[in-house]
């Protein structure tokens, strides 16, 4: 660790130490995560299975220390998880698990369907944005992909758009298990991984030939992340929404490389051009307003450039004598007109860089309109998944680029906030298949081999009171859509408890008890005397009934006494108040009458009571 003027040794014979925390890895800040050797002698380089590798975490700088598992083979991090494979190497025993963390200090063993058994592989972890994993549970998106002896995969997301990602997978599987050859064909997905889909090719190549499609099984297949040298060569750009760029072919497989094309996508992925014939490095340059290639299969002495995002491509020599470019590097934004290649001449193996500027080509500043988007020399764009609207994770989100064939200079100013323009209709894309379930070749989600279905036990209640018994689909977390197709719901059924009842059963729970009060407290108002229009004689005591009430503890004393008080005064309050307001009409047919009350009912009252 590191203070002003000195580094403290927080531990030997490690492999590898990394902070705990990330971005949403909510971790102590000062833990530190370290795979460190039980034994602390000897040569390192030599140690075998007998010395285990311990995963520790030190809390406080690593000054407090505590082991977390006995034997790992490595560990992980990601914006979220802190992923570790823990092992046990023994010759009696070899296996290895996943072990699965949200803080850093307490794990969760990973479950994966029965019919997989990955304690005895090795794992390649690859890491999802959409909030479509919990971390614990895994099913299966998609079998044989490609992976090389280094533990790399076919597997690339789009920078820019949640949830597309491009792959290879190996269609011969079972054959490449004796022959050694693998045949590779690509697949992307739009609504991460829960279907996967074959790129379609571009009806015609560069050069203006058809392309022949009749086949079902043509398709564009790409060169992948395992093939690639330079690995910020990417497909796509932080700065260019929905652009892809990459090396392949049209056919039933991958071809090798050096019999590939170049071709470019602007909907990320959906369709696709082929813009160069050979295979090309390239590089992404001005938010897309500049796109640079370089011959990637011998020597060259130029580069090509595009201003219109491969619609035109112009030729720049930049040396008398080829050389074979190796790279083409620019700012990690993408947003500058400058590039270094880095090459080498072929003759003598001496490396060499080359700086080319591009900045000259024009000096006109695109317009944008941040206020009025789409008015000025950017575009509002959104990508779409076999939609009559144009919405993607079920909702139609707008994103500003620049106009295609519009010549200008994007550089550093801020372009319009992207935003959800609305939640779509619910379809078939919207969904996935839930654990213990698997796609068959029919695009269906059916139970995988040796599992059975999710219990209903612990289905949950929606906002609206109702519980569904379960499918073999779940909504994609990431998607926002409302409405339409709900494959993911079964039978319906009103929630236990209080959400089971709506406004009006609660309404007529409360108020019966005080429409009950309030009848008990009319009929006592009626009986006991108390009445207004009745004569009342000084030592009547509200009548013999009443009386006999009171001595004989009856049933009826017994109700009004169960009676709030309260609540028997307020509604003969409003009672009262009722009857004091409507016609005399109303008033005879109680059966009683008002006596006016005047100063002599009160001499007379005063008079009786001396006699």
């Not at 590779?184 to 739009?190: A, K």
């Not at 022949?212 to 043509?218: A, L, P």
């Not at 575009?379 to 106009?403: A, D, I, K, M, N």
Request: aromatic fraction near 10%; charged fraction near 25%; glycine fraction near 8%.
């Amino acid at each position: 660790m590191a203070s002003t003027s000195a580094w403290t040794i927080v531990d030997k014979y490690v492999v590898n130490c990394a902070w705990a925390r990330d971005t949403r890895l909510k971790a102590d800040p000062t833990e530190i995560v370290c795979e460190s050797y039980q034994k602390k002698e000897g040569n390192q380089r030599f140690f075998l299975t007998e010395n285990s590798l311990e995963l520790v975490e030190g809390s406080s700088y690593y000054t407090k220390k505590k082991k977390l598992f006995d034997q790992v083979v490595g560990f992980a991090k990601f914006s979220e998880f802190l992923v570790v494979a823990e092992g046990c190497l023994v010759p009696v025993r070899h296996s290895l698990e996943l072990q699965v963390s949200l803080d850093g200090v307490n794990f969760a063993t990973g479950q994966f369907p029965p019919s997989m058994h990955p304690e005895t592989h090795a794992y390649t972890v690859l890491e999802s944005s959409t909030n479509s994993l919990n971390g614990t549970y895994f099913g299966i998106s998609i079998e044989n992909v490609n992976r090389d002896h280094r533990g790399y995969v076919d597997f690339e997301k789009m920078i820019g758009l949640d949830g597309i990602a491009l792959i290879n997978i190996v269609s011969n599987a079972d054959e490449a298990v004796v022959t050694g050859q693998k045949a590779l064909q690509t697949r992307i997905t739009h609504n991460d991984g829960s279907t996967w889909k074959r790129l379609v090719p571009p009806a015609k190549d560069s050069q203006g030939n058809k392309y022949d499609r009749d086949t079902t099984s043509c398709a564009l297949h790409i060169h992948g992340y395992t093939e690639r040298l330079d690995p910020r060569a990417t497909y796509s750009s932080p700065s260019i929404v929905g652009l892809l760029m990459a090396v392949g072919n049209v056919g039933t497989s991958l071809a090798p490389y050096t019999q590939s094309d170049t071709f470019l996508s602007r909907d990320a992925g959906f369709t696709w051009e082929e813009v160069h014939k050979d295979a090309h490095l390239w590089e992404f340059g001005d938010s897309g307003s500049i796109l640079i290639m370089a011959n990637d299969e011998e020597p060259t002495d130029h580069v090509l450039f595009s201003t219109d995002e491969g619609l035109n491509w112009r030729k720049y020599t930049f040396t008398k004598d080829k050389m074979r470019v190796n790279s083409i590097v620019t700012v990690p934004s993408d947003t500058s007109r400058k590039f270094i290649l880095l090459a080498q001449y072929p003759s003598t193996q001496t490396s060499v860089a080359v700086h080319i500027d591009f900045s000259a080509l024009t000096h006109t500043k695109c317009q944008l309109s941040v206020e009025d988007p789409g008015n000025d020399d950017f575009e509002l764009w959104s990508p779409s998944e076999e939609r009559s609207e144009q919405c993607l994770f079920g909702r139609q989100t707008l994103y500003h680029r620049r106009v295609r064939n519009t010549n200008c200079v994007v550089g550093n100013q801020p372009k319009a906030a992207t935003r959800v323009q609305k939640n779509c209709i619910c379809t078939k894309v919207d969904f996935e298949c839930k654990s213990n379930y698997a796609k068959n070749d029919a695009d269906e989600c059916v139970l995988a081999p040796g599992t059975t279905p999710l219990s209903n036990d612990d289905a949950s209640c929606d906002d609206e009171g109702y519980w569904y018994e379960r499918t073999a689909y779940r909504k994609i977390p990431y998607s926002s859509c409302e409405g339409g197709e709900r494959p993911d719901r079964g039978m319906r059924h009103d929630c236990p408890g209080f959400k089971a009842h709506g406004a009006f059963f609660w309404w007529f729970v409360i108020m019966v008890p005080f429409m009950i009060a309030a009848l008990v407290g009319y009929w006592y108002y009626k009986k006991s005397g108390l009445a207004r229009g009745q004569i009342r004689l000084p030592g009547d005591g509200g009548g013999p009934m009443y009386r006999g009430n009171m001595d004989s503890g009856s049933g009826i004393m017994e109700t009004l006494a169960s009676v709030p008080w309260f609540v028997i005064g307020v509604a003969g309050i409003a009672w009262e108040w009722t009857v004091s307001r409507v016609g005399a009409g109303f008033r005879s047919r109680r059966g009683y009458r008002s006596i006016p009350i005047d100063e002599d009912a009160q001499i007379l009252r005063f008079e009786d009571e001396r006699e």
